[in-house]
């Protein structure tokens, strides 16, 4: 019974995840995502984040997002992969 409870909880997170997907492609596929997409290349952020410390993107999205740490345009679809929202409303502790 355990085992078939947890095999139910993995089939409804892989649903969610799914479901959670699905929304952020179509979020951004409506707007025409593809089209503001520009990132740095990984050089850069090597740079940034080794000999500047960097440690968190202002303007990225789960689609680009090259460090862990990010803020995005559409908090409500891209805060499951990591978003921390949006930028204008970010209030960081610490940094500068």
Do not use: I
């Not at 095999?7 to 799914?18: G, I, K, P, T, Y």
């Not at 290349?41 to 500047?52: E, I, N, S, T």
């Not at 499951?80 to 409303?89: A, I």
């Amino acid at each position: 019974a355990r085992e078939a409870a947890v095999a139910e909880a993995d089939v409804d997170a892989r649903a969610e995840l799914h479901r959670q997907m699905f929304a952020l492609l179509l979020r951004y596929k409506s707007l025409c995502g593809h089209g503001f997409q520009a990132a740095l290349g990984p050089a850069v952020w090597d740079v940034l984040r080794k000999d500047l410390g960097v440690a968190f993107e202002c303007f990225a999205s789960p689609l680009n997002a090259y460090l862990p740490q990010f803020c995005s345009g559409f908090e409500d679809v891209d805060a499951p992969f990591g978003s921390r929202g949006s930028f204008f409303g970010f209030q960081p502790l610490t940094g500068s």
